[in-house]
């Protein structure tokens, strides 16, 4: 056999020894392509690509949507149905509670009763309050105070919150209180007593300068001591 490369023709002894290479050039026969006799080289076709995959992903994504935007649709149209056949429903229910006089108002008899502020066992008037100015600042608001016990049993001692406001129900000034003296059940009490005035406390100024005629007193109780030792908490 002739060496395509070289063109080296073997002897036997070199064909048998070496079938597969070249003993001039040491060329193997097999990485070589055949001598070009006149015809045109083949060349092996280029592989076509053909999406196949692809494109069945792609419909299958496409059916996909479709089938998605189709459900959603009737789902949606369903569902408006639903709402608007609920709407008529309830409406209906109620023109039928209007006519027939039964409807879901609560009744005013159904419904929580505010809370009512009872009035305190022991209410108190004012007398008459006055200003004080003592020495160093140490000035005091004079007030003369007449506390009435309605609770039907005779008091040892109570304490509770003065409250001062004015005409409408703004506050002016509220100050604890203790008394200590003892009174009979239906009688009044006669009590004076002071408070601390504060010049840079503007609910102290606004007390001091306000004219008797427009306070509103009232008394809330927090705590009885009855004539009998027992103690009663408000």
């Not at 419909?59 to 609920?86: D, N, P, T, W």
Request: proline share 6%; glycine share 8%.
């Amino acid at each position: 056999m002739q060496c395509p490369k070289c063109g080296y023709e073997p002897t036997l002894k070199e064909t048998t020894e070496s079938p597969d290479k070249c003993t001039a050039c040491g060329v193997y026969f097999a990485k070589l392509q055949p001598r070009d006799t006149g015809a045109a080289q083949a060349f092996p076709a280029a592989p076509v690509v053909q999406p196949v995959k692809a494109v069945s992903a792609g419909a299958k994504i496409a059916l996909a949507l479709v089938a998605g935007l189709v459900i959603g649709y009737f789902a949606g149209r369903e569902h408006m149905k639903y709402e608007i056949r609920s709407a008529f429903q309830d409406s209906f229910k109620g023109l039928a509670g209007i006519f027939s006089g039964k409807t879901d108002v609560p009744k005013s008899a159904d419904r929580p009763a505010k809370p009512v502020s009872l009035p305190s066992p022991i209410t108190v008037s004012l007398i008459s309050k006055g200003f004080v100015k003592g020495e160093y600042g140490d000035d005091k608001i004079t007030l003369d105070l007449l506390f009435e016990n309605s609770t039907g049993a005779d008091v040892r001692a109570f304490d509770g919150v003065l409250e001062f406001t004015d005409l409408l129900g703004n506050d002016i000034l509220s100050s604890k209180i203790a008394i200590n003296d003892p009174v009979s059940a239906g009688t009044k009490l006669s009590w004076q007593g002071t408070i601390n005035f504060n010049q840079f406390i503007q609910r102290h100024k606004d007390f001091a300068n306000a004219e008797q005629q427009n306070i509103k007193t009232s008394f809330r109780l927090t705590k009885v001591l009855f004539a009998d030792g027992t103690i009663k908490t408000y």
